[in-house]
């Protein structure tokens, strides 16, 4: 009796133990900017130095299907930190552009949005976002902060509220200069004829035109080119600073040793917060271009600049590892890696350096719904609670964070809209082998434009195409001439019926599925149409963030540490002691 007794408790022992083991632990989730999902030792590359991320892979589980809700930033990260399909929230454009070009932009993620930040906030969670935002910043004026990573549940942020351009360091050219040329050339040759016949046909008696309204005409026009040449030439000042806080503390930003400087703010706060229960977002600004490394990287790697960036990002993600042992928190920790989407094809220097990643078997890249553009690294370490060195190949989505570490921290999901993301941890312990999404919807921007279909009683995964981009040059992997892939008009060409494939036996996307090929293609898009006319119904109109007016700059929204007229300079970032760097 006694000896059943002390078993009964040596029990209730171990699951408490282990109870507590797998709740409230502290998370760290690093995530790169275009990256390549071949870019990774993990995923098959072998040119490329990154052991502290494989490290992740070899202590973790590695996700062999996990796909970006977007194949651009701004959505992108807006579903990750919300869970929810970004059309849901107002993140997808109906324009062309799809994410926020100025910090003087009135569009972000709205406040009724409910990130997984707020959530753990409210379950007593320091937490903190390192490095990239991109989720606006301003509405009305431009230190109401309504879009800030503060006011989504960051008690700290140290970094860049909009992005890394080519246009923030000097010398790596412009993303603008050839879109603005073609937008502004014809309306500015049209604007100017227009005045010129005005004026001669006023001299000549044909046409009766006050001078006054000819004067007006030549003084907005002259008003509108003085604004757009003066934000052009100062476009670095004004959206390339680092900010702490609500405070910028660098403008433009310096890109001398960003990484280590990044990284030491993220070392610290692990280490600020060794007691309490912490979520710590690393966003890293590598491998966006304008592309950088440290003097201890630059020229070590096999593949230029772009390797040099992807391995001195791996440094920093040992450094992070690096002190969970430090503090004895490997165990209490879930750390997560992925890219927000695949890598930039496109991308190449003006020298005509390959500055965009690689994306292994897998067809396009950024911008597209293609494997290449939205199947990214998904890599999750938790030592004792989930299985080292395990694969798994089902489909699983970015989204899935959020309901993830919510429950983990034992917080309430949202009972008031649709999680469009599934708790992971099921999966990764190994209790069920089946990943929770049956489908998929990929959009891009604004539209649905392929969905992917796993059946519960089929290895196959099915994924239809309604359009496709327009690669140009037609027989290239791309949208070379336009730097990004578009979404409507004359950029994409629809099919009917849609395109299908069966990315089990064809993950590169090769070869569309036919009547004659498949025997059930018919019944699948029957399957997949009803599929999406559930989830339209599902979706309810909300403003659209990235409107044109949402996206245009306004001046009034401008932050600056000086002054305009002081072209916005300042620099009270200290880098202090550095994390001692060592490559290779």
């Known amino acids: 009796m006694r000896l059943l007794l002390f078993l009964i408790i040596c029990q209730c022992a171990i699951n408490s133990v282990n109870t507590h083991h797998v709740s409230n632990p502290n998370v760290i ?15 098959g590359n072998r040119t490329l130095r990154t052991p502290n991320i494989d490290r992740l892979a070899e202590e973790g589980v590695t996700l062999t299907q996990h796909i970006a809700a977007s194949p651009l930033c701004t959505p992108s990260r807006a579903a990750f930190l919300t869970g929810r399909y970004p059309i849901r929230s107002g993140m997808a454009a109906f324009s062309r552009v799809g994410v926020f070009l100025f910090s003087a932009s009135s569009g972000g993620l709205p406040s009724e949005e409910i990130t997984f930040s707020e959530l753990l906030k409210q379950r007593g969670y320091a937490t903190a976002l390192i490095g990239k935002w991109h989720l606006g910043m301003n509405c009305e004026s431009s230190n109401d902060f309504c879009h800030h990573p503060l006011s989504h549940g960051f008690d700290y942020f140290y970094g860049l509220t909009v992005t890394n351009f080519r246009d923030c360091k000097p010398g790596q050219g412009s993303v603008f200069l050839k879109g603005v040329q073609k937008s502004l050339v014809i309306p500015i040759q049209i604007a100017g004829i227009t005045l010129i016949s005005l004026a001669v046909a006023q001299y000549i008696g044909l046409l009766k035109v006050p001078f006054q309204a000819l004067g007006y005409c030549l003084l907005i026009t002259a008003i509108s080119l003085a604004v757009l040449i003066f934000f052009f030439y100062h476009f670095r000042h004004l959206n390339c600073f680092l900010m702490r806080d609500h405070q910028i503390i660098q403008q433009p930003l310096s890109y001398e040793n960003l990484t280590q400087r990044l990284t030491k703010e993220a070392v610290q706060f692990i280490g600020r917060n060794t007691n309490t229960p912490f979520l710590l977002v690393l966003s890293y600004l590598h491998v966006h271009t304008a592309l950088y490394a440290s003097k201890n990287f630059r020229g070590k790697s096999k593949h230029g ?21 430090k503090y004895n928190l490997s165990d209490n920790t879930l750390v997560y890696f992925t890219s927000d989407q695949g890598a930039h094809v496109e991308e190449i220097s003006s020298s005509g350096e390959v500055h965009g990643g690689y994306n292994g078997i897998y067809k396009g890249g950024k911008s597209m719904n293609w494997e290449g553009g939205i199947r990214v690294p998904g890599l999750l370490r938790w030592p004792g609670v989930i299985q080292a060195g395990t694969y798994i190949d089902e489909p699983t989505s970015n989204m899935d964070i959020f309901p993830t570490i919510v429950k983990l921290a034992e917080a309430q999901l949202p009972s008031d809209r649709i999680i469009d993301g599934c708790d992971l941890m099921p999966l990764l312990q190994g209790k069920v082998t089946r990943s929770k999404h ?13 969905v992917r279909w796993h059946p519960g009683n089929s290895e196959s995964v099915w994924k239809v195409f309604f359009f496709t981009p327009n690669f140009s040059p037609e027989d290239s992997n791309g949208c070379y001439d336009s730097h990004v892939c578009f979404c409507h008009g004359g950029f994409i060409t629809w099919h009917d019926p849609p395109l299908l494939f069966d990315l089990s036996r064809d993950p590169e996307e090769k070869v569309p599925l036919t009547p004659e090929t498949e025997s059930r293609f018919y019944e699948i898009l029957r399957v997949i149409h009803l599929a999406v006319d559930n989830h339209t119904r599902s979706l309810h109109a909300v403003p659209d963030q990235l ?7 306004k001046p009034w929204l401008q932050p600056c540490c000086s002054s305009l007229f002081q072209s916005c300079y300042c620099d009270y970032d200290t880098e202090g002691s550095l994390p001692e760097v060592h490559s290779g």
């Open 305 to 325: 600049l772009y390797g040099d960036a992807v391995e001195e990002m791996d440094w920093s993600v040992g450094q992070v590892l690096d002190v969970l042992e």
């Open 29 to 43: 989730l690093l995530m790169a900017d275009d990256l390549g999902i071949g870019d990774l030792g993990c995923y």
């Open 547 to 553: 409107s044109w007016n949402n996206l245009l700059w």
């Open 438 to 450: 049956e489908f998929l919807f990929h959009y891009c921007n604004a539209y649905l434009n392929a």
